[in-house]
């Protein structure tokens, strides 16, 4: 009779061992699965709450374990729930940070293909000011009223003065992300206010926005997250020797024109640019010898489609219509030849 007992407790030590692997690798992937979220910092763990394994009672109920579960699930759809699906953009536009971005970028694609689809489009580069949770129209329509309220507040931080953002260097977030840095300089403090200034409007109207973590100005180029199976074929992190090159390369300066409220998940663009809800312009955008040309040949383009419209509205007069028909007529009568069906419809319309 004892050593059937005993065989019994043995089971049920077994039964609770597997029970307690089972939690912890369910813990495990839980945490996993954050920090593979947008915007994931290392710090996720501490901000949800989620902190070393616990120790399994080895008398724990299956109550208890049900709990446990639950609060795992209630974990990652409230991590879901809070996720930010808009942001304010700073669009890049100068062609020779584009350019040289995409020399990066090929250079990379070069050294492993598999990355190309890591890549983000060169019509996408901006830099995030700030993330948000927009729900509905109604929050959508909240967003584009803090962001026209935001215009002053970024006035006068600047007070009349152009902001120019210069980029140079390497560098990544976790060896996850990979971005093009702005170079130190007086244009730091002027943008981080832009920025601050921005996260306190938008949270005056309610809106659920900003991150724990500190502002960080920065232009991404490629996101392992962009291409999930990139982990199962060995890819786990960039390699810093893809971009070695780059460390203190220099991208060019852009001038800051245009805020922007973006959707993530709105389709984007022709040009490869997000969903735009509403915009601000900051000054003016610089006008170089190309926009002066192309205003020109657009100038010229309305001057002639003006003349052709005005030539077509004469034709469609009933005395003008007559007027050809006489001359085409009379031009028969006199020269039976070819030459008499050729009309001097400049004569005619003046």
């Not at 657009?298 to 050809?324: D, F, N, W, Y």
Request: neutral net charge.
């Amino acid at each position: 009779m004892e050593s059937a007992g005993a065989g019994i407790n043995s089971n049920e030590c077994e039964n609770v061992a597997r029970k307690r692997e089972m939690s912890e690798e369910s813990e495990a992937n839980t945490v996993d699965s954050l920090v593979d979220l947008p915007f994931a910092t290392i710090d996720i763990i501490d901000d949800c709450g989620i902190t070393d394994v616990p120790q399994i009672n080895l008398e724990r109920s299956k109550e208890k374990e049900w709990n446990n579960k639950d609060k795992i699930k209630k974990r990652k759809k409230k991590q879901k729930d809070d996720q930010p699906n808009y942001f304010l953009s700073v669009p890049i536009t100068n062609k020779e940070i584009i350019k040289e971005i995409k020399i990066l970028q090929n250079a990379i694609i070069q050294q492993d293909q598999r990355l190309a689809k890591a890549m983000n489009s060169d019509g996408s580069f901006h830099i995030t000011l700030l993330v948000m949770q927009l729900l509905n129209e109604d929050e959508i329509n909240i967003g584009i009223d803090a962001l026209l309220e935001l215009k002053p507040f970024v006035e006068e931080i600047l007070q009349g003065k152009t902001l120019t953002l210069p980029f140079e260097g390497v560098d990544t977030f976790g060896n996850q992300v990979g971005f093009v840095k702005l170079a130190e300089g007086d244009h730091i403090n002027p943008l981080l206010e832009i920025a601050d200034a921005a996260k306190r409007t938008f949270q005056e109207k309610g809106i659920l926005a900003g991150e724990s973590r500190p502002f960080k100005p920065h232009l991404t180029f490629m996101k392992l997250s962009k291409a999930p199976w990139l982990r199962k074929k060995g890819v786990k992190k960039i390699d810093p020797k893809f971009y070695e090159k780059f460390i203190s390369h220099r991208f060019g300066e852009e001038m800051v024109h245009r805020i922007d409220l973006c959707s993530m998940l709105k389709k984007k663009q022709s040009n490869g640019y997000y969903h735009c809800e509403s915009s601000i312009v900051i000054g003016q955008k610089p006008i170089g010898i190309r926009d002066l040309i192309n205003e020109a040949l657009r100038r010229e383009r309305m001057g002639l489609q003006s003349k052709v419209k005005q030539i077509k509205e004469l034709l469609l007069k009933p005395e003008t219509q007559a007027k050809i028909r006489r001359e085409l007529f009379e031009g028969r009568c006199i020269n039976n030849s070819n030459e008499g069906n050729d009309v001097d419809f400049s004569a005619i319309l003046t």
